[in-house]
T-cell receptor
Framework: DAKTTQPNSMESNEEEPVHLPCNHS???????IHWYRQLPSQGPEYVIH???SNVNNRMASLAIAEDRKSSTLILHRATLRDAAVYYC??????????FGQGTRLTINP | GAVVSQHPSWVICKSGTSVKIECRSL??????MFWYRQFPKQSLMLMAT?????????EQGVEKDKFLINHASLTLSTLTVTSAHPEDSSFYIC??????????FGPGTRLTVL
């Protein structure tokens, strides 16, 4: 599976938008971009996924660069419950997820 | 969304004993389930892929005789840690593939081996 690079940590304020970046310069044409998040002492939770076009769902938006070598997860209005480790993962299906270190997001009240 | 449960949520056992952890998909059928292990302050490490009715596929470095996986039905997979030792103490998490490119994760089982 192609590798992703994410910042170790980020900090934001409650009710502000958060942009979480992910670099994946070796992405192949059939790789999907997945985002999962893990709250403390819990199993990961699916957030969003995409292939080429930007995607929106009730949790977040995924903006994918035109060359697909990077993407950004957007939380439109962060709450304290969004504090978690966010993982950007590439896979050719969802059949095998290889987790990197992710980005630890801290939300300040 | 789909729900995956794990039982028990935590377990403490003596060194040398075996421990079984169950993973159930409650409202969907999962042909494929996955088992992960997570040590404190580290990321999840995939241990094995479990397909209903067939033998599990283990990742490199994972001892298949120590971590026995059974996927007897479309809603249940079990992980048995045999002859557990303190170094096996970890957070074990399962996930189930629902289709539509999504995996749903259980809440995890914290194993402590004394």
């Amino acid at each position: 599976d192609a590798k992703t690079t994410q910042p170790n940590s980020m900090e934001s304020n409650e009710e502000e938008p958060v942009h979480l970046p992910c670099n994946h310069s070796t992405i192949s044409g059939t790789d999907y971009i997945h985002w999962y998040r893990q709250l403390p002492s819990q199993g990961p939770e699916y957030v969003i996924h995409g292939l080429t076009s930007n995607v929106n769902n009730r949790m977040a938006s995924l903006a994918i660069a035109e060359d697909r070598k990077s993407s950004t997860l957007i939380l439109h209005r962060a709450t304290l419950r969004d504090a978690a480790v966010y993982y950007c993962i590439l896979t050719q299906g969802a059949q095998k997820l290889v987790f990197g270190q992710g980005t630890r997001l801290t939300i300040n009240p | 969304g789909a729900v995956v449960s794990q039982h028990p949520s935590w377990v403490i056992c003596k060194s040398g004993t075996s421990v079984k952890i169950e993973c159930r998909s409650l409202d969907f059928q999962a042909t494929t389930m996955f088992w992960y292990r997570q040590f404190p302050k580290q990321s999840l490490m995939l241990m094995a892929t479990s397909n209903e009715g067939s033998k599990a596929t283990y990742e490199q470095g994972v001892e298949k005789d120590k971590f026995l996986i059974n996927h007897a039905s479309l809603t249940l997979s079990t992980l048995t840690v045999t002859s557990a030792h303190p170094e096996d103490s970890s957070f074990y998490i399962c996930s189930a593939y629902e289709g539509l490119l999504k995996q749903y994760f259980g809440p995890g089982t914290r194993l402590t081996v004394l």
